[in-house]
């Protein structure tokens, strides 16, 4: 079983950046592909970005050149920097864990086999 926390969320004005971090316990991190997803307000659920366990990192069209998912193995810990944030990106923010991911289905949420309780990012101007 694997628990996760995220933290880093909170407000930030349109333009600016925030990094947000995951942390892991339980099950083998390493050995996992994570992600971010995320729910804007009267949205489903959408992906945001992945990292595999070889490091290979995929991101959505919404997101792609503004943020990073990284992951530290040694802490446990994976990470979404998000930089140049838009009203758009108003949610709240989302990690998974998946031990058995298709790259083919790195962006479905049914891929992810743990959760965490998400944390709330609010980009306003």
């Known amino acids: 079983q694997v628990q996760l926390v995220e933290s880093g969320g909170g407000f930030v004005h349109t333009g600016n950046s925030l990094r947000l971090s995951c942390d892991a316990s339980?099950?083998?991190?390493?050995?996992?592909?994570l992600a971010w997803f995320r729910r804007a307000p009267g949205k489903e659920r959408e992906f945001v970005a992945t990292?595999?366990?070889?490091?290979?990192?995929y991101y959505s069209d919404a997101v792609k050149g503004r943020f990073a998912i990284t992951r530290d193995n040694a802490k446990s810990t994976l990470y979404l920097e998000m930089n140049n944030l838009k009203d758009a990106d108003t949610a709240v923010y989302f990690c998974?864990?998946?031990?058995?991911?298709?790259?083919?289905?790195?962006?479905?949420?049914?891929?992810?086999?743990?959760w965490g309780q998400g944390t709330q990012v609010t980009v306003s101007s």
């Open positions: 990292i595999r366990p070889s490091r290979h990192a």
């Open positions: 998974a864990a998946g031990a058995r991911v298709l790259t083919s289905h790195s962006a479905s949420a049914s891929a992810y086999d743990y």
């Open positions: 339980g099950g083998t991190f390493r050995s996992y592909t």
